[in-house]
């Protein structure tokens, strides 16, 4: 069964500074990994997804994430965060070709001004 | 285009009463899933349906949780009778069900069960 571990529960970093979030997967083979964000009051929206091909995918909101299979990872990245990026950020792991998703805990990320 | 809608949006009600939560997926999409988020427990899948079937429920907590979908358009979360330890946010996700297309998200029904 796949499992997600979101690491850190809760990251501060100011505003135009870099954020990278962790995330790791357990699955025995490539799994497909999405990272999704969660404004207070709102749902899950999708910033982007990894199914194959390039291990370095670009989302919405200048996000990307990078999936290493050496190290059974894909973590977010912005180069310079936004106050608006203040959110939950989640990891899912889903099995290729199946509907369900596992989400990781979530990581609570505050933008100092 | 309109997105996921849940409804309502809060509920409040005392232990013992019927909730009954709804949901409305995109247009065209074939999957339907039901979560619950909480703080201890994190986001948690309930139940899935394919085509209107349900297709997984192991998620679903007890008896008292039923879940339904009677066309394309329309879904349901029911619980009968109510506890506090449901008081949570359900969400509801639709997607193509088609080589793992993103679920859609609602803005979620925040439960409280007095």
Redesign the interface.
């Known amino acids: 069964a796949q499992s997600v571990t979101q690491p850190d529960i809760h990251i501060t970093v100011s505003e135009g500074a870099s954020l990278e979030l962790r995330c790791n997967y357990s699955y025995g083979a490539t799994p ?1 990994l ?1 990272w ?1 964000v969660q404004s207070p ?6 910033l982007l ?1 990894y ?1 194959s091909g390039d291990t370095l995918v670009q989302g919405i909101k200048g996000f990307e994430a990078e999936f290493k299979r050496s190290q059974s990872s894909f973590n977010l990245r912005k180069p310079s965060v936004h106050w608006s990026d203040a959110a939950e950020y ?1 990891c899912a792991v ?1 099995a ?6 596992v ?4 990581t609570r990320l505050t933008i100092n001004p | 285009d309109a997105g996921v809608i849940q409804s309502p949006r809060h509920e409040v009600t005392e232990m013992g009463q019927e909730v009954t939560l709804r949901c409305k997926p995109i247009s065209g999409h074939n999957s339907l899933f039901w979560y619950r988020q909480t703080m201890m427990r994190g986001l948690e899948l309930l139940i899935y349906f394919n085509n209107n079937v349900p297709i997984d429920d192991s998620g679903m907590p007890e008896d008292r949780f039923s879940a339904k979908m009677p066309n394309a358009s329309f879904s349901t979360l029911k619980i009968q009778p109510s506890e506090p330890r449901d008081s949570a946010v359900y969400f509801c996700a639709s997607s193509l069900w088609q080589n793992n297309q993103p679920q859609h998200f609602g803005d979620g029904t925040r439960l409280s069960i007095l």
């Open positions: 497909y999405f999704y009051g709102q749902g899950l929206q999708l997804k199914f989640f889903g290729p070709g199946a509907q369900k998703l989400f990781g805990q979530g």
